[in-house]
T-cell receptor, first 111, second 110 residues
Framework: NAGVTQTPKFQVLKTGQSMTLQCAQD?????MSWYRQDPGMGLRLIHY???????DQGEVPNGYNVSRSTTEDFPLRLLSAAPSQTSVYFC??????????FGQGTRLTVV | EDQVTQSPEALRLQEGESSSLNCSYT??????LFWYRQDPGKGPEFLFT???AGEEKEKERLKATLTKKESFLHITAPKPEDSATYLC???????????FGTGTSLTVIP
């Protein structure tokens, strides 16, 4: 099993550029989520989904969009990158009520 | 508001020196409390889930316990390979989100 796969692992963007972070899971999990991790602030929830076609905002959703057209995929879109979005991004998936499994992360730098 | 606070922020231990990490939580109704290990440059790796006060789980040198207000991760006779950041998270019965603490960075010195 591949588990949770995130791409790319590293990315540098210029301010104002847009991009999509990819996340795929092969465990048939209903729940998928995106977090950002910044020093001293822990993991903060950006968006989450409880199933295909259903998404909702987390703690820090501004500047990000998501969609969930299939159970397996949950891409995160940065609409117009800003330096404040420099961070490490993690995708996670779980069965509802179960432990979360995380991808390896995407380290994003916005210059 | 659901909250998780971990202490200490950082902990340095000599190899073999046992200690405990604390996770205090406030949640409307606890569905589960989760412990994760995170190595530098990697995603968090699941360790334990605890569901009710009094529950304990063990794995090698790690033992997690749960009360109504806090959880402890006890590390017995740690080795350098136990060095990592340990994260605690709670999930409330009212939703599916996980609320994470900021973690404890553990360094075990040979």
């Amino acid at each position: 099993n591949a588990g949770v796969t995130q791409t790319p692992k590293f990315q540098v963007l210029k301010t104002g550029q847009s991009m999509t972070l990819q996340c795929a899971q092969d465990m048939n999990h209903e729940y998928m989520s995106w977090y950002r991790q910044d020093p001293g602030m822990g993991l903060r929830l950006i968006h989450y989904s409880v199933g295909a076609g259903i998404t909702d905002q987390g703690e820090v959703p501004n500047g990000y969009n998501v969609s969930r057209s299939t159970t397996e995929d949950f891409p995160l879109r940065l609409l117009s990158a800003a330096p404040s979005q420099t961070s490490v991004y993690f995708c996670a998936s779980s069965f509802l009520g179960g432990e979360a499994f995380f991808g390896q992360g995407t380290r994003l730098t916005v210059v | 508001e659901d909250q998780v606070t971990q202490s200490p922020e950082a902990l340095r231990l000599q190899e073999g020196e046992s200690s405990s990490l604390n996770c205090s939580y406030t949640v409307s109704g606890l569905r589960g409390l989760f412990w994760y290990r995170q190595d530098p440059g990697k995603g968090p790796e699941f360790l334990f889930t605890l569901y009710s006060a009094g529950e304990e789980k063990e794995k090698e040198r790690l033992k997690a316990t749960l009360t109504k207000k806090e959880s402890f991760l006890h590390i017995t006779a740690p080795k350098p390979e136990d060095s990592a950041t340990y994260l605690c998270a709670v999930q409330a019965t009212t939703g599916n989100q996980f609320y994470f603490g900021t973690g404890t960075s553990l360094t075990v010195i040979p």
